[in-house]
């Protein structure tokens, strides 16, 4: 993808069509930058991301089958979850999801009708048809909560933690603030089973009902707990 790219996120909805979410530094700084294929990525087209504010940064992507798909992120003055119902052709704004200045964490069921994203400030969006977005609040305390998953239309879990890195000398500050939730009712109401821990949960996940995966860092490294 070339020179100074940093590629954050890649979904497919049917192993042809690929698309890849990421940022490139130009001399306005940093920018979101778009990739697509259509060959399995055997190779890649760019193309301009949506953007109507005044910059965009796309943090997640979720294709839910070859046509359609979501993208979450950041656009200053705009929806930042959008959609797709052309391969990534063209990018439409989900407007009932509007509320939250930044979006990520996406996650869709195999029916590619529930689905959930995260928002602002302890704020979730929920659908159950693709179109037609609900907003739940939770209670994560301190901790950014960053991924969600949901084993089916009911059960669902979401892990997140605190950093902050230091703009003039890179330094991070990790804050025990590891926190996992847990909802029985579609993201309605969330319990916390895990919490002030000294990692920055990043991703969970559930193969199994009976078997999950937590992906966290601190300063020593990065771990998978289970």
Not at 68 to 94: C, E, P, Y
Not at 170 to 187: I, K, M, P
Request: proline content about 3%; aromatic content about 14%; hydrophobic content about 40%.
């Amino acid at each position: 993808f070339g020179d100074g790219n940093n590629n954050m996120a890649v979904a497919s909805g049917d192993c042809q069509k690929v698309i890849v979410l990421g940022t490139a530094s130009g001399g306005q700084g940093d920018q979101a930058v778009m990739w697509t294929s259509t060959n399995g990525g055997g190779s890649y087209a760019q193309q301009a991301p949506p953007q109507e504010g005044m910059m965009a940064f796309w943090l997640d992507v979720w294709m839910v089958s070859a046509d359609v798909g979501f993208i979450a992120g950041l656009d200053f003055g705009a929806v930042g979850l959008r959609q797709t119902t052309n391969g990534g052709g063209s990018w439409q704004k989900v407007e009932s999801a509007a509320g939250s200045m930044q979006y990520s964490g996406l996650f869709f069921l195999p029916d590619g009708l529930h689905g959930w994203v995260l928002g602002d400030s302890g704020t979730l969006y929920y659908t159950a048809d693709q179109s037609s977005w609900q907003t739940a609040a939770y209670d994560g305390g301190e901790a950014s909560m960053t991924s969600v998953y949901f084993a089916n239309a009911m059960e669902g879990w979401m892990a997140g933690g605190k950093s902050e890195r230091d703009e003039d000398t890179g330094a991070v500050t990790l804050f025990n603030e590891g926190t996992v939730l847990h909802t029985t009712d579609g993201g309605k109401t969330w319990d916390t089973i895990i919490s002030g821990q000294p990692y920055d949960y990043s991703a969970i996940w559930f193969p199994t009902p009976a078997l999950g995966f937590l992906a966290g860092w601190d300063k020593a490294g990065a771990y998978l707990f289970r």
